[in-house]
T-cell receptor, first 112, second 112 residues
């Protein structure tokens, strides 16, 4: 199946850590991505992880992958008000199309 | 930094009218994607080009939608006739030899 699921909403206080979760169903997925979308804008690629990795860290962002449970998470350390946006998880197969299958997005609200 | 360009940014049209969107990918990117994003959902692939050839248009409503990339560079997506349900954000993305898809700012279509 082609299903990527995310929780709809997350609210955190400025300075706290945010953890956004995602589950996917296709075990053949080879790459998993996190994109950020601000109101009225396109999608900004934040980070990605290859399916044979467990963790990837990039500055304030940490991606964790549990391939057995098909669970992906994005942790944002020291969350700032500028991090308020919708975050999309996406999976990509290993076929030649590299078509992305997106979740419905998690709206992150950072409270001052 | 090179970016994917799209125009117009916003389009309001009446149902049954024709509408067209334009995308200029990052220079040198052979793969181009058109996605549709309905409000509150993640993007869904409409059509994928490799150079000037269509690779995947399985989700493109071909009775009213058409897409072309004649010289393998920029691309046009057309809807004729537009229906109320076509109101959405239309996103263009491009990809080079790596696995990263880079998105443009999108065209917000409102059909009245």
């Amino acid at each position: 199946g082609e299903d990527v699921e995310q929780s709809l909403f997350l609210s955190v206080r400025e300075g706290d850590s945010s953890v956004i979760n995602c589950t996917y169903t296709d075990s053949s997925s080879t790459y998993l991505y996190w994109y950020k979308q601000e109101p009225g804008a396109g999608l900004q690629l934040l980070t990605y992880i290859f399916s044979n990795m467990d963790m990837k860290q990039d500055q304030r962002l940490t991606v964790l992958l549990n391939k057995k449970d098909k669970h992906l998470s994005l942790r944002i350390a020291d969350t700032q008000t500028g991090d308020s946006a919708i975050y999309f998880c996406a999976e990509s197969r290993g076929d030649s199309s590299y078509k992305l299958i997106f979740g419905s997005g998690t709206r992150l609200l950072v409270r001052p | 930094e090179a970016e994917v360009a799209q125009s117009p940014r916003y389009k309001i049209t009446e149902k049954s009218q024709a509408v067209a969107f334009w995308c200029d990918p990052i220079s040198g990117h052979a793969t181009l994607y058109w996605y549709r994003q309905i409000l509150g959902q993640g993007p869904e692939l409409l059509v994928q080009f490799q150079d000037e050839s269509v690779v995947d248009d399985s989700q493109l409503p071909k009775d009213r939608f058409s897409a072309e990339r004649l010289k393998g560079v920029d691309s046009t997506l057309k809807i004729q006739p537009a229906e109320l349900g076509d109101s959405a954000m239309y996103l263009c993305a491009s990809k080079a030899g790596d696995l990263m898809q880079y998105f443009g700012p999108g065209t917000r279509l409102t059909v009245t």
